[in-house]
């Protein structure tokens, strides 16, 4: 086997990509991760062959990013372990039954081992990565094992499905000898893949967000770039200069629209985490929306759960009573997600929500943060710090940004 070709997971041979390069599977990459290494002789063609050096073009990627990537572009982690247990039940079904009259000794044995045994047995066992402490008698359950499940295998699901089980190995895919001048194309390979993905297949294309205002856009999309930059090809912030109606009713309304129009992108329609959006979304829920087309709201925030907050004001109170309460699904904004660091006061307390309107129908109220205004301007300023220096983002506080983030990039997983 050589050491240099087909498509690789940390020291684990996936795939010699006999019927060449898949675009889905090249469109995994970025054109930046494209590097040109020197090979020996030895590893291009065996043993004795010399000492002399040789180009070769590889895709290189951390797996975590290449494995996003291929959620993004509907290779999921459902899908993945769906595909191993098909290849397992293959496994456990010979191809020719009866061709050859009696099986033999590996083969019951390799029936028997495989009785019972699943997709989430595999990554179990390959997350391991080294052979057991007890070794199989042929080797069942051992890496070798594991891996020639996929050597056959459709190489994008097959990648997806040795990076649940070994997340933090590089990927390296082997795309070109060089003999000369490489082509030019060769440079532009991942783009021009996911070009043609997204003229082709509609579930490949960029997944579209929807928001209820300009601002949650002007906040996520440059935390995405920060905090994501490997998948900012692969989603898409809706532009609102041409989108007149803002809010949760006005982002049901765009939702229908899409829906009607038979828009083939994914689409992610994000409402606040608030009782204004549960009272928009209640006649949405009773639509039959295509599934392309998903629905969610800001997620549970652990900040929120209790949160310092204004009541209404009386004789006693007349700027009201701070009490703390939570407020996820009832006051749960874009600011509410930007930071401890950009919701502070001088003084270290936390700006409060003020409580609002009743909603009869949720029977709940409506609060939001006090001063948003100040809120963005806090986080406006850290995202130019991180931006700056991304080595200060470790120590900022990017939870709720990131727990929206990771809302959109799983939605269809």
């Not at 675009?23 to 030895?42: G, H, Q």
């Not at 990565?129 to 499940?149: S, V």
């Amino acid at each position: 086997m050589n050491t240099w070709d087909g498509l690789w997971v940390g020291n684990h041979q996936i795939s010699r990509l006999r019927d060449g390069l898949d675009d889905p599977l090249v469109a995994a990459f970025r054109d930046e991760m494209l590097s040109c290494e020197e090979i020996s002789a030895t590893d291009v063609y065996g043993p004795g062959t010399g000492t002399s050096e040789h180009l070769v073009y590889a895709l290189r990627g951390p797996g975590r990013e290449i494995a996003d990537r291929l959620g993004l572009l509907g290779f999921t982690r459902e899908g993945a372990m769906d595909y191993v247990n098909e290849l397992l039940d293959e496994e456990r079904s010979p191809t020719f039954p009866l061709s050859r009259g009696v099986r033999t000794p590996r083969e019951d044995t390799e029936r028997d081992f495989l009785d019972g045994y699943s997709a989430t047995d595999w990554v179990r066992d390959l997350k391991q990565a080294q052979p057991p402490a007890q070794p199989h008698p042929f080797g069942f359950g051992e890496p070798d094992w594991l891996i020639r499940l996929l050597r056959y295998a459709y190489p994008p699901l097959a990648l997806r499905a040795a990076l649940l089980a070994l997340p933090d190995a590089e990927v390296v895919m082997y795309v070109q000898e060089s003999e000369g001048d490489p082509d030019p194309e060769l440079f532009q390979l991942c783009s021009m893949a996911r070009e043609s993905l997204h003229n082709t297949a509609s579930k490949s294309s960029p997944v579209v967000v929807l928001t209820e205002g300009s601002t949650d856009v002007a906040i996520l999309e440059p935390a995405l770039d920060l905090l994501y930059p490997h998948l900012t090809d692969l989603v898409r912030f809706m532009d609102y200069g041409n989108r007149p109606q803002g809010g949760a009713g006005g982002l049901v309304t765009t939702v229908r629209a899409f829906a009607a129009a038979g828009i083939a992108n994914p689409v992610i329609a994000l409402f606040d985490n608030d009782t204004a959006a549960s009272e928009a979304l209640r006649p949405l829920h009773r639509d039959a929306l295509p599934r392309n087309i998903k629905f969610l709201q800001y997620p549970p925030l652990e900040l929120a759960r209790s949160y310092p907050t204004l009541g209404p004001p009386s004789i006693g109170t007349p700027t009201g009573s701070p009490t703390r309460a939570d407020v996820n699904g009832l006051a749960g904004s874009i600011e509410l997600y930007l930071g401890t660091d950009a919701l502070s006061l001088p003084d270290g307390s936390l700006r409060p929500v003020q409580w609002r309107s009743y909603s009869p129908a949720c029977q709940q109220y409506q609060g939001e943060v006090t001063e948003k205004r100040a809120v963005q301007q806090a986080y406006a300023s850290k995202l130019a710090s991180a931006q700056r220096d991304p080595s200060v983002i470790d120590s900022q506080d990017w939870a709720g940004v990131r727990a929206i983030l990771d809302t959109v990039i799983h939605a269809f997983e």
